[in-house]
Each structure stands twice: as C-alpha cells, then as structure tokens.
T-cell receptor, first 113, second 115 residues
Framework: NAGVTQTPKFQVLKTGQSMTLQCAQD?????MYWYRQDPGMGLRLIYY???????DKGEVPNGYNVSRLNKREFSLRLESAAPSQTSVYFC????????????FGSGTRLTVV | AQSVTQLDSHVSVSEGTPVLLRCNYS??????LFWYVQHPNKGLQLLLK??????LVKGINGFEAEFKKSETSFHLTKPSAHMSDAAEYFC?????????????FGTGTRLQVTL
C-alpha cells in the first residue's frame, strides 16, 4: 500500500541517549516533513525537506537533526535526548502543487525518562 | 506569517445532531486550507481541502466546509453526527513559499458524540 512508513512505532529512551527516527514514502513526493505533537498544541514543524538534497528548519528545530537520504527517505535524529522531547512524532510528505494534501505516517511515540 | 485559530478546544454533540467546528485563519497570501481528523492513537487523515476553487468544499464521511474570505473563516460542518465521528479535528493552513509548502496547524478541537 502506498503511503508513509515510520519506524519505530514506540521508543523509550534515557536522558542523554541518541536515536534516529526513520521515515520512508513511496509516492514519489518531493517534500517531506517532521512534526511533533504535544497535548493542546497541535502539530509543530521540526524540519522539512523541500526536495532531495535540501533541508530547512521549522518552528521547533532545537535538539534535532535531519537527513534527506534520498527522495524516499527522511530521518530525524535526537543526539542527546531530553525529557522535553517526549512527544509523538509524525512524518509527512506531499507532492508539488496547491491541490496536494499531505500524507502522514502513523507516528512514533517517544518517551524520554 | 500564517496562523490558524480553532475557536473551541472541545465540542460535545448528541448523535444525530449537527456538528460545527470553527476555524479562523490569518494569511498574507492566498491560502490552501485543510481539515484533518485524528482518531485516538491513530495518524492524521485528510477530511477535505480548499485550494481556491469552489468555496463550499465537500469531504469524506459527510463533512463539508465553507471558505469565507470576508470572515477569514473555514468552519467544518456535518448535518448529523455519528458516534464514529468522535475524534480530534485539526484546521490547517498551507502556504507555498516557492521552494516548499508548509503547514501550520491549529491546536485542535476534540469532538465528543454522546447517545
């Protein structure tokens, strides 16, 4: 089935540990995004990649890095996890044009203790 | 800059009664507007989208929304609520900056449907 695949679905980290969240899409979309969702705050953009080879900061980039490995894959890395990064993370992708909606992955629930 | 304000954090309706979820937007450009739904512990699903064609937009599951430029609103409605409509709903504005489009989310409205 076409869509956005995120791994892992759940993760518990200790403060200071690092990890990478993986995201892949098979819709040949140019743009990919990482969001975090916290209660009462909607989704906030962490980083995005307009096209292969480019990345840009979003609203809340501190503490994160990203890599657009190729057109399909866009990973999010936490170098030194903090409890404030406990959240649900969503990856999304979209094609070109105003009429394109976004396709979201099913999310990664991350807890930092 | 663009922003979205969802006027109600929580709405409760009885099954079979109309649903109204309110959204106001602010944008310097001609916006694309979306409504997404998120069921508990699930991802986000696109309900409908406005991209400067017809101002009344029909979506899935009987939902529709009307774009009113003069009021900067994009309210979501449904004539008759169903128990399965209980979820969180997000109003979203998208701006295409030339290099990429970016979504700005409202803080969400939790819809409760009672018997």
């Amino acid at each position: 089935n076409a869509g956005v695949t995120q791994t892992p679905k759940f993760q518990v980290l200790k403060t200071g540990q690092s990890m990478t969240l993986q995201c892949a899409q098979d819709m040949n979309h140019n743009s990919m995004y990482w969001y975090r969702q916290d209660p009462g705050m909607g989704l906030r953009l962490i980083y995005y990649s307009a096209s292969e080879g480019t990345t840009d900061k979003g609203e809340v980039p501190n503490g994160y890095n990203v890599s657009r490995l190729n057109k399909r894959e866009f990973s999010l890395r936490l170098e030194s996890a903090a409890p404030s990064q406990t959240s649900v993370y969503f990856c999304a992708s979209t094609g070109t044009g105003r009429w394109h909606g976004y396709t979201f992955g099913s999310g990664t629930r991350l807890t930092v203790v | 800059a663009q922003s979205v304000t969802q006027l109600d954090s929580h709405v409760s309706v009885s099954e079979g009664t109309p649903v109204l979820l309110r959204c106001n937007y602010s944008s310097s450009y001609s916006p694309s507007l979306f409504w997404y739904v998120q069921h508990p512990n699930k991802g986000l699903q696109l309900l409908l989208k406005y991209t400067s064609a017809a101002t009344l937009v029909k979506g899935i599951n009987g939902f529709e929304a009307e774009f009113k430029k003069s009021e900067t609103s994009f309210h979501l409605t449904k004539p008759s609520a169903h128990m399965s409509d209980a979820a969180e709903y997000f109003c979203v504005v998208s701006i295409n900056t030339g290099t990429a489009s970016k979504l700005t989310f409202g803080t969400g409205t939790r819809l409760q449907v009672t018997l």
